[in-house]
């Protein structure tokens, strides 16, 4: 299977303590995307990366949310200090895409994490 | 702040009839809008993308249409069939960030 995949699919952890979630993408793939969803809703922006360089995050990302794409390949979303407000699905896409050239072009999103914070 | 309404109610259809989903939104002037299905406990499908210059696009049983000027998205399954049952996004899309609908679910009984 060479889509986008996601570890771990569940999560259960304790309110204040810190998980992490990793991402592989498409391997040609230079865009990687993570959002957040919870039921009844759609999927939420959180931060976006451009090979390794990260071109945005979300106003509403505290500073407890932090990604990296260390070698423009696999992504990691760490939370720190969890509160039950964080449980959610936490979703990874990607996609090709080119700064500039007016273009845009599907996202293929993996399975998700889904987070639940007692 | 910008804003993007689709039916939050789920939408029931029988089978073989067209279902039509909207999706409309204020404060913003995407480039592209994008349509998305997801089962539950799944990520989201890309269906379609249509560009703001487009009035219309079809992809199968699919259509969609973009009006810039009202602001507003229609999304169109002809000839439903109960596979179809699902809830299906639609995401503004300025090149960077996709901005996602709440979804409506879409049920097809037979």
């Known amino acids: 299977d060479t889509g986008v995949s996601q570890d771990p699919r569940h999560k259960i952890t304790k309110r204040g303590q810190n998980v992490t979630f990793r991402c592989d993408p498409i391997?040609?793939?230079?865009?990687l995307y993570w959002y957040r969803q919870t039921l009844g809703q759609g999927p939420e922006f959180l931060t976006y990366?451009?090979?390794?360089?990260?071109?945005?995050k979300s106003r509403l990302l505290s500073d407890r949310f932090s990604a990296e794409r260390p070698k423009g390949s696999f992504s990691t979303l760490e939370i720190q200090r969890t509160e039950q407000g964080d449980s959610a699905m936490y979703l990874c896409a990607s996609s090709r895409q080119f700064i500039g050239d007016g273009t845009s072009n599907e996202q293929f999103f993996g399975p998700g994490t889904r987070l639940t914070v007692l | 702040s910008q804003k993007i309404e689709q039916n939050s109610e789920a939408l029931n259809i029988q089978e073989g009839k067209t279902a039509t989903l909207t999706c409309n939104y204020t404060n913003y002037s995407p480039a592209y809008l994008q349509w998305y299905r997801q089962d539950p406990g799944r990520g989201p499908v890309f269906l379609l993308l249509?560009?703001?210059?487009?009035k219309e696009k079809r992809k199968e049983r699919l259509k969609v249409t973009f009006d810039t000027t009202l602001k507003q998205s229609l999304f169109h399954i002809t000839a439903s069939q109960p596979a179809d049952s699902a809830t299906y996004l639609c995401?503004?899309?300025?090149?960077?960030?996709?901005?996602f609908g709440t979804g409506t679910r879409l049920q097809v009984f037979p």
């Open positions: 995401a503004l899309d300025n090149t960077d960030k996709l901005i």
């Open positions: 990366f451009q090979n390794e360089a990260q071109l945005e």
């Open positions: 249509i560009r703001e210059n487009e």
């Open positions: 391997s040609e793939h230079n865009r």
